[in-house]
């Protein structure tokens, strides 16, 4: 995914639903990005902003409207995707 999206050193990247920060963690070390991670859980998000690299927050929303255009030249979603159910299991 980091060479997908061409990830440099010093560009910002958003995780949201990051977790317990491995992905923000992981992009710090291997490329150099300034990772900011969000997540619904308030445990996860703590946890991630105790142990892992770049900054974290819980917030519990999708609407992401609230972050302004251009903060962060990429943007993931790995595990907030992967834990979402398809439609034949809802």
């Known amino acids: 995914v980091a060479e997908l999206l ?7 990247l958003l ?3 990051s977790g317990c920060g ?5 992009a710090e070390v291997y490329y150099g990005t300034e990772g900011y991670g969000i997540d619904l859980s308030a445990v996860a998000s703590s946890w991630a902003q105790r142990f892992s ?3 974290f927050c ?19 979603s790995f595990w907030a995707l992967y834990h979402l159910l ?4 809802q």
């Open 22 to 26: 491995w992905v923000v963690s992981w």
């Open 6 to 12: 061409g990830f440099r050193s010093g560009r910002r």
């Open 86 to 89: 398809s439609k034949g299991d």
């Open 58 to 76: 819980q917030y519990g929303g999708l609407d992401l409207s609230w972050v302004p255009d251009g903060s962060f030249d990429y943007v993931t």
């Open 15 to 17: 995780d949201w639903g």
């Open 53 to 55: 690299l770049g900054d």
